[in-house]
Every structure is written in C-alpha cells, then in structure tokens.
C-alpha cells in the first residue's frame, strides 16, 4: 500500500487537450480531504480520470463505489479511467474494489485485461476488505473477520491494548448498525491500516457508507431538525435517536467518546453538511454546510497510533 501524499490531491493537467478537454486538473490522491471536489467533478462529467492516483484511503475507494452505485441506480454508468500505478492497483485489487466497480462503471482497461488475482500476505495491513453491509448477519461476519485481524494490527501497530481493541470493534459494530437501524437502504464498509507521513504515526481508517435517508430524515420523524448539520450534531453530540426506545440508536454518541478517547478524528457527513471531531493534531473545519448533496451517510474515523 503506498504511503499517504501530503498535497492537496490535484495537479495542473497538461495533457493534449484534445483528449482531457473537460478537465484542467487531475487527481493525484483520494481521500476524504478531498472528496468534495471528487464529488464535484464525477456529478460534471462522463469521465472519472484517476491514472495519476498515486494515492487512495478507504475512504476514497468506498466514496467512488457509493457514487458510482448512486449513478448507476439512475440508470448511468460512467467511465471510470484506473490508475496506472501498479502499487494503487495492488492496493485496489487487494481491497476487493474491483469486485464493486465493475458493476457500476464501465472500467478503462476493463477489469478482464486486469493482473490476475495479486497473492494475500497473512502480513497485510487491511483489517477489512470493502465489504457490504445489507443485514444484520453482515455485521456479525464483518465484526468476526476484524476480530480475527484486530490483534495482529492493532497491538503490534498501533499499540492498543485489550480494552482499546474492544472499544474499536464495539465503535465499528456502532457505525455498521446505523445503517441497519436508520438507513433504509445499505451501504459499504472498509478498514485499512497505514503510515500517515502528516503526522508521522501508524493510523487505521473507517470508512462506513451508505445511500439511505440520511440523518435529517431519519431524526426528523421524531424530532425537530433545521437542517443536515443540525440533525448529524443531534445523533452525535446528544444521542438523539429516531428510535423512541431507550437503549438504541445512541451507538454515534458512544463512537464519539471511543474516538475521543483514544485521540482519533471522526467525520460524518450527510445531505449537504459535514461534522467533524478533531484532535489536537487533526486538521480541517469542524462544521460544514452547504456541500453538494449526496444522498445518505458517509462516516470516516481516523484512529492513530498510541
């Protein structure tokens, strides 16, 4: 897996013209840093350029799938050009990316004139494959395939102990089940461990997604919300569930202590706002609104090294 690129994910294009005529900049890396301006650009164009990707997270991958699939529900499946680095293909391949976007876009090359199948290290830094999550039962494999991997990563790389290692799989079962109890609709879910050079620390990735009602709606069948960003800081600042039964729908407000617990940085987004906890070495706005809309919840929780 190449290691995270510390600019701002764009480069001038300076390619013929003829060719590139819609773009006058190309994407360099993926993230959730700059996934606002990779929505704006796959809402504009036919065309998804990532042949000078030299850098992708989880949470960039689950984003293309998510829009990609967004797309496709619409009838329209866009063109989605792979990078040409053959690290970032490795890495894609390994995470099972190519399982996905086959189905919602048409892939440049095609995915049959791909490398065969690269081989699995048991070393590998990926606690999760992109994985969906449609029921119930999806939760428990998914929890049961990151316990299984937990340890080997988490302990040796980010140098957590039982408890925290407990308190990171409670959080992702969290994460999971908002989209069973409040989406109506299903998502997808990645984890990915690497060496983030911003802040020179071993750091693993949640990126949980889904295309459902989003938080105003689901919040807004029991409780007054004024906007997009009102309702996320409801769910996850006060515990406010749609859900009027005490003991469920308050799993954010529990994420939200284990995040800040253990110093990480969690984002959600939803509709057309963006709401982020930020630690002391973080980064970014704490409050966004009026982003382009994308219709459900993307959740993105960073966790460093102890």
């Known amino acids: 897996m190449p290691?995270?690129?510390?600019?701002e994910g764009w480069k001038d294009n300076l390619r013929d013209s003829k060719n590139d005529c819609r773009y006058n900049r190309i994407m360099t890396h993926l993230s959730d840093d700059n996934f606002?301006?990779?929505l704006s650009h796959i809402s504009?164009?036919?065309?998804i350029d990532l042949r000078n990707l030299?850098?992708?997270d989880p949470y960039g991958m689950v984003g293309i799938l998510e829009a990609g699939r967004f797309y496709h529900s619409g009838n329209v499946k866009k063109k989605l050009l792979l990078p040409e680095s053959e690290d970032v293909l490795k890495y894609l391949e390994r995470m099972d990316?190519?399982?996905y976007a086959s189905c919602y876009f048409c892939l440049s090359p095609g995915k049959t004139e791909l490398p065969d199948k690269f081989l699995r290290s048991s070393n590998s830094a990926v606690l999760l494959e992109i994985t969906p999550i449609e029921k119930s039962d999806?939760?428990?494999?998914?929890?049961?395939?990151?316990k299984k991997r937990a340890h080997a990563i988490l302990e040796r790389h980010l140098f957590y102990d039982e408890r925290a290692i407990n308190g990171f799989i409670v959080a992702l079962s969290e994460v999971c089940q908002n989209i069973i109890e409040?989406?109506?609709?299903?998502?997808?879910?990645?984890?990915?461990?690497y060496h983030f050079r911003k802040i020179n620390k071993n750091v693993v990735k949640i990126s949980v997604m889904d295309l459902g009602i989003g938080f105003k709606e689901s919040l807004s069948e029991r409780v007054a919300v004024k906007?997009?960003?009102?309702?996320?800081?409801?769910a996850l600042l006060h515990g406010v569930s749609r859900h009027e039964d005490r003991g469920r729908g308050h799993g954010l407000a529990g994420v939200r202590r284990f995040v800040n617990q253990w110093k990480g940085k969690l984002s959600i987004r939803s509709g057309t706002a963006k709401f982020s906890i930020i630690p002391d070495w973080g980064w970014g706005m704490e409050r966004e609104n009026n982003l382009l809309y994308f219709p459900g919840a993307q959740i993105n929780i960073m966790l460093p090294e102890v």
């Open 3 to 7: 290691e995270d690129h510390q600019d």
């Open 36 to 38: 606002e301006s990779f």
């Open 44 to 47: 504009a164009s036919e065309l």
């Open 54 to 56: 030299n850098f992708i």
């Open 97 to 99: 990316f190519f399982d």
């Open 138 to 146: 999806d939760i428990h494999f998914i929890v049961g395939k990151v």
């Open 182 to 193: 409040h989406s109506e609709n299903t998502g997808l879910a990645g984890i990915q461990k």
């Open 227 to 234: 906007d997009d960003l009102d309702a996320i800081e409801k």
